[in-house]
């Protein structure tokens, strides 16, 4: 329902890029992310333009303000002169996530960017996307990943410029900041 770029949609749920995203959707959803689009589209959504206008803004707003550590649903709903409940509706519609899944999918998305290329301390990267405390960060991130911090750093591999991997062990993680 979205007129965002296959890029723009990969780096906000946490993809390398367009084509990583299309693999791994095609291999889930059993077509492409484009065949989606046209098969869907067609749908008419029941909310009216205003509605998505006010998701997409919502949306935009947690992407932009993630690592305020006191972000909250209330502060947000009210920002947009809406309640929770409305949002929460708003939300789930137009991503499938409520404000608290959101807001901790991109957390954990970027907390993997910075595991991936900082040497930061896991906790330091935890306060850094926005988290108060190490163990809300630590549920949260194996919520999502099915795996520790540590764990996914040391198994991470990164993409080259060619298109080949390199892995991260035996770099000197472990250093600090």
Partial sequence: YTDLTLDEVASMVGYVDASHLSKHFTGKVGITPINYRKIYAKAKPKYNRNDKNIAYSVTDYIFKNYQQ???????????????????????????????????????????????????????DVAFEVGYNN????????????????TEFRNGISLQKADGSESSRRGTGRRSRT
């Fill in 69 to 123: 550590e006191d972000l909250s649903a209330n502060h947000v709903a009210s920002n947009f002169g809406i309640s929770v409940t409305e949002m929460n509706r708003l939300l789930l519609y137009h991503s499938e996530k409520n404000f608290e899944n959101l807001l901790n999918t991109i957390r954990v998305n970027k907390a993997c960017e910075l595991l991936s290329t900082t040497d930061h301390l896991v906790i």
């Fill in 134 to 149: 190490i163990r809300t960060f630590n549920l949260n991130f194996f919520k999502y990943k099915q795996m520790t911090p």
